[in-house]
């Protein structure tokens, strides 16, 4: 497994961590060579200059010219019998001996024709290895001081970078509202962009909930009326004493009923859908409104209402023809079912708008609800613009064909 837990924040933990220790024991290493290197640098260097010296005092007073000599530094001539064997079989340059604290310098002088071989003691010239213990001890601690800063600062960065994260995961978790933000929104990096797509995610899906919740609402609603004739129907045929002319009455009634169903289920389908349209075509508004009116023919007796109609028979409006149907359906019930009196209706290329008379305060105050939610659902699909108010006694509805 690629990392030991799923969490971000141990995630960069366990990135943070492993490369604190990897630079601080570097640094260290990269410390002690260095100390290393300029500490065999300085040695070649002490060994160049006595060796130039003494090629200079050789060549002008070869009699007179001392070895060097000091307590770190030994010189010998080829034929010196003291000369370690080791010795005699380097060739000419500086050798560092295995000890890696001995230093030999071989070199030829033509005045005296043979090699003349100088040695230097690392460590008597340099204190580098008595305190070498004490330097590693330093360095160590250095590096566990550099491991355990570096194990806090990757706890502080790890919980910076976690915590939008975080917060982001809490907010989906908790909910989220229409028209809010999640944190990090307005972030230009990767959380940000984590972040708007979560928003266009989530509001989609919460769009989704409430096309689904309107399809049930709204269809629910609508579907009460039809089935309320079917059974009715169904009741009146299975009645032993049903006449022929009932029968077909009925059975009429039965394929009207079941006709607009299957047109509101289909037009609250498409609803539902997102991207989805329906067809548009030219309808004719007044056969519409009179097909309605038939349609209620019942309804307007019991209340003795008159239906004034002003719209010119050639007037067409260019729409789905089952969203028009439902649109105009709930308006005149709504107007029928709560209304009194009367019901003006007047109709123009640009509007539909009806004015039905007000009875009692109470049935002027309910039964609007879901007809006049599901009308001004229907004018949002088409783009339609809705407009409703009360003045006095009458109540008007008027719908603006045109692009909102």
């Given amino acids: 497994m690629l990392f030991p837990t799923r969490s971000f924040f141990a995630r960069a933990l366990y990135t943070l961590l492993p490369f604190t220790v990897i630079v601080a024991v570097l640094y260290s290493l990269l410390v002690w060579t260095s100390i290393t290197v300029t500490e065999d640098h300085i040695v070649n260097s002490y060994l160049d200059r006595e060796v130039a010296r003494f090629q200079q005092n050789h060549a002008s007073a070869p009699d007179q010219a001392q070895l060097p000599a000091t307590s770190y530094l030994h010189s010998y001539w080829g034929n010196d019998k003291s000369l370690p064997d080791a010795y005699r079989e380097l060739p000419l340059g500086r050798h560092e001996l295995d000890d890696e604290r001995t230093h030999v310098q071989v070199i030829y002088l033509p005045t005296a024709g043979q090699n003349l071989y100088i040695e230097l003691d690392e460590s008597q010239l340099s204190s580098l290895d008595r305190h070498a213990n004490m330097l590693f001890s330093i360095l160590w601690g250095v590096a ?127 609803l539902g859908r997102e991207d989805e349209r329906m067809p548009a075509q030219a309808v004719a508004l007044r056969a519409l409104l009179e097909a309605c009116e038939h349609k209620h023919a019942g309804l307007i007796a019991s209340k003795h209402q008159a239906v004034v109609m002003h719209v010119d028979p050639r007037l067409c409006i260019e729409a789905p023809p089952s969203v028009l149907q439902v649109l105009v359906n709930n308006l005149i019930g709504n107007a029928l079912q709560h209304g009194a009196r009367y019901l003006y209706i007047e109709a123009e290329a640009s509007h539909l708008q009806l004015v039905n008379g007000l009875g009692d305060e109470h049935t002027a105050l309910s039964g609007f609800g879901y007809g006049l939610d599901i009308v001004q659902r229907l004018c949002a699909y088409c783009g339609w613009r809705l407009s409703t108010r009360r003045e006095d006694d009458r109540f008007i509805a008027r719908v603006d064909f045109h692009r909102a």
């Avoid at 307005?186 to 409430?210: I, K, N, Y």
């Fill in 144 to 270: 566990g001081l550099v491991i355990i800063a570096g194990a806090l600062l990757a706890v502080i960065g790890a919980r910076h970078l976690a915590a939008p994260v975080t917060q982001l995961a809490d907010a989906v978790s908790r909910g989220w509202q229409p028209d809010t933000q999640l944190p990090g929104h307005e972030r230009h990096d990767e959380v940000g962009t984590l972040s708007r797509a979560l928003s266009q995610l989530v509001e989609r899906l919460h769009c989704a909930l409430e096309r689904e919740r309107a399809f049930t609402r709204h269809t629910s609603h609508e579907l009460r009326t039809p089935l309320a004739v079917m059974r009715n129907s169904l009741a009146v045929l299975r009645l032993t004493g049903c006449s022929e002319e009932k029968r077909a009455r009925n059975l009429a009634r039965l394929e009207q009923a079941s006709g607009e169903m299957e047109t509101m289920v289909q037009l609250f389908l498409y």
